[in-house]
Each structure stands twice: as structure tokens, then as C-alpha cells.
């Protein structure tokens, strides 16, 4: 590379990639293929527009290529293109939440999602996001133990009587009960939007029920379980399909990102196979691993364990918070956010740490290694020597494959 600056960047971030254990619950590790995808001439392209009805010429092959991305994704999730359109333009999840809200509700309507401190994600209406901006926002939380009480939902809906209400979390460490929120939303006649970004991987390989026999809409990020490339989709109901689309493009963005659709087209390739299905199994049954063998360790966690890839660590117990935690682990390696917990009094001084096991699973780590991993953790949180070097060994023994050679 003639960038010798940048070029430096790169490499040294492809080391880091390689000799640190990523625990953020939303990061992966595509395939070298993906990467290669998403490195490809397809860049250089605009489509305006969709297939067969674009704003530039030259788009043939493009038309061919978001056609596949749309037939995978749908035949991964088991639709049929009877009741179910997919829109694969959108740039990435919080795009795709916002085109779903300004497709199905009026501008000054109402939204309801979960709070940002239970688990929430900011575009579910929290009052910094533009969701929440320009619509009305009603939150719903969780309980004392981290769980959502769906009688309480219910009241909520019952008492703002929202146009959309909102399922599907960033930080919920259990499995959600998509009918029920069905069933809620159709009761006060809300749309029900399932934004599966986090689980979509686990929906995919039915490690995690699905939420289409009951939604009106599902958006999901490509790049977190699904294991793909950067950019988010959205599917909905053939009878929606048309305002969504519209609220994509022109409403709300220009040209789709071309090597961003070909490298979803790959990635929903990938995931249709049975190693994916055995990786999305073994992402859970890691997640489980990893939050018993901390709980022997004596750490206590948001619900009391995991039914996904994700578990929320409470380090209170080592007289720590969530952002010390977090620079703790970072120094010798390991990488994983802070997070609130239920009962955290402040968002700026969150009591937990979210730790998620995709990317770990990728790189073949199985059940035996998270009991190391919870030993490296508590090691790190209570300055044990040495972890440093562990952590590396570690990374060594189950080298990340497909990050390009430097
Ligand atoms: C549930 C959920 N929805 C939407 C998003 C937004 O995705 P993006 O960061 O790609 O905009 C995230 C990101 O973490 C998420 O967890």
C-alpha cells in the first residue's frame, strides 16, 4: 500500500483483532470470502433505486445480486415471498429501525420500545435518538431480576396505545416471547416490530424461536450473530412492503452499498449451512458455559444465566464498576462493554459488563475454553499476574483464520 500511514492502522489492527478475545455481544469475524467480497470492484457502483427499476444504467448484474440477497435472506428464515418482501438496502440497523417507524408511523405518532438501561437500543425511542425526537417515545423496562414482565408491557400499551411497539433488545440475556408481544400489539392495534439484530444468527439456525408468525415487521443487523458483513434488512409483511421500501429509498437514502449486498447474498449463503447451524448451537451453549463457570467463581449475573449468546456480569461484588471493569479487561486483552444493570441508579456508572461469545465461537473455542475464559476474567478483575500472556496463549491456540495474513 502506498499509504504507509494508514497502512500501518490496518495492520496493527488486524494484530489486535488476532490477539485479543472479543467478547462485545454485537462484533463476529466474517469469512475471508466476505472480506474479499467486500473488498471488490462492486464498490464503484451506483443502483438507485431496484432491481428493474433503477436510476442508472449498468445495473444488470447488480439487479441479479440484490435479487439472490433477497431470496437467501427469505429462505433462510423459512418465508415465502408470498407473505414476506425483504428490503436489503438499508445501511445498517439503526437506518432500517428509522425507515420502519417513518414508513408505518405518522410524524408526532407513538412508539414503544424497551429503555436503553434494561436492554433497549437507542433507536427504540430513547430521547437522544432521532426516534425518539420525532415521535412520541413510551419505554417499558424490565424487572428487579433483569426480566420483562409482559403483563406490564401490556398495561403500558393499554395505557399509551402506541402505533408500533418495539421487541427485540440489545442487552437481554434471555429469550423473548415474540407471541406475547404479538399478541399485545394486536390488542391496542400496534404494528409489532421484532427487531432481531442481536439473535438473528440463533433465529436463523432455530436456536432462538422466531418472531415471524407474529410480527408485522422484523429489521436485523447482518454483522452480529448472522455473521456478515456491516449493513442491516428489513422484512415485512407483503402488505407493508411497499411503504417500507419507499421509506428506504427515496425517503430516506440514496445508492444501496453494492459489495455490502453481494457480501449479505454471501453471507446468507453461509449461514443456510448445517456448520452454521452447529456454530449458532455452540454460540448458546458457550454463552451457558461461560455464565456457570462465573457463577462458581462467585459473580452474579443479570437473570441468573443466559438462554442466548449473551450474559450480563454484575461486578459489584469485587467492589468494582462497569467502566473500571471494562479498562481492566482491556488491558490485558480482553474486550467486552459496560452495561447497566436492572438496578443501577445511574446510566454514566453502570454496575455490569456485557460479555457475548460469537466471535470466540468462530475462532473454535468450545465449552472447555470458557471455563478459561471466566478464570481470565476474574483473574483480570482482581489483578491476578499474568493474565496478559494467558490471554494471548489463548488467542494463539484458536487463531482467528480468516483476518488477512500481515
Ligand atoms: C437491537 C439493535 N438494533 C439496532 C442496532 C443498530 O445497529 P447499527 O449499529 O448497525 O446501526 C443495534 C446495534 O447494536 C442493536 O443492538
Known sequence: MKDKKLERFIK?????????????ASENLVSAEILKVLGSPLTNKYSEGYPGKR????????????KLAQERALKLFGLSPKQWQVNVQPYSGSPANFAVYAALVPQGGKIMGMKLASGGHLTHGHPVSATGKFWQSFQYGVDSQGMINYEEVKKLAKKFKPNIIVSGFTAY???????????????????????????AGLVASKVHPSPF?????????????????RGAIIFSRKELSSLVDRAVFPGLQG????HVTAAMALAFFEASQPEFKKYASQIVKNARALAEALKKLGFKLSTGGT???????????LRLDGMTAEKKLEKVGIIANRNSLPDDTSPFKPSGIRLGTPALTTRGMKEKEMKEVASLIFGALTNEVNIKT?????CQRFPAKSLPKI
Open 390 to 394: 494467558r490471554v494471548k496463549k489463548l
Open 173 to 199: 440475556p434471555r429469550k423473548v416471547n415474540f407471541k406475547k408481544f404479538g399478541e399485545i400489539a394486536k390488542s391496542v392495534g400496534a404494528y409489532h416490530l421484532a427487531d432481531i439484530s442481536h439473535i
Open 55 to 66: 436510476y442508472y444504467p449498468g445495473n444488470f448484474y447488480y439487479d441479479e445480486i440484490e
Open 213 to 229: 408468525p407474529w410480527a408485522d415487521v422484523v429489521t436485523t443487523t447482518v454483522h452480529k450473530t448472522l455473521r456478515g458483513p
Open 307 to 317: 438462554d442466548n449468546h449473551l450474559i450480563l456480569l454484575d461486578v459489584r461484588g
Open 12 to 24: 496493527a489492527e488486524i494484530k489486535r483483532q488476532g490477539e485479543t478475545l472479543d467478547l462485545i
Open 255 to 258: 445508492g444501496p452499498h453494492n
